[in-house]
């Protein structure tokens, strides 16, 4: 089994819009080691992360991070630590559309 970290999944999503960030391959599952919130832009953002299960829509009880503020310029970065398994959906949401995610983890 390969545990080199790799850049999973990177998305720049539109503003005001929740988008499916990962989803572990059919039939496997997904170390997540870390995941880094860039805000390219010159304002205040806000983004929010979820993890829904067996694919289903995002419920209150799904967020990891909700409204995080993130100010310009600026990097945020979480070791999350946790297994993805199939089904499994990781969802982000940004405030407007200077935000990029990166999630890092290792396929299993």
């Known amino acids: 089994m ?12 539109g503003a005001g819009v929740e988008t499916v960030l990962y989803m572990p391959p059919a039939g496997g599952s997904a170390r997540v080691n870390e995941m880094v919130v860039c805000n ?11 993890i829904s299960q067996s ?5 209150n009880k799904d967020y990891l991070y909700y409204d ?12 999350i630590g946790l297994t993805l398994r199939p089904n499994e959906t990781m969802r982000v949401y940004a405030a407007n559309g200077n935000l990029t ?3 890092i983890g290792v396929v299993t």
Do not use: C, E
């Not at 694919?55 to 419920?59: E, F, I, K, P, S």
């Open 68 to 79: 995080l503020i993130i100010i310009p310029k600026d990097t945020f970065a979480s070791d």
């Open 101 to 103: 995610f990166t999630l």
């Open 55 to 59: 694919g289903a829509a995002t419920a």
């Open 40 to 50: 390219r832009g010159a304002v205040l953002s806000s983004f929010r992360v979820s």
């Open 2 to 13: 390969d545990t080199v970290s790799i850049v999973l999944a990177q998305l720049a999503p």
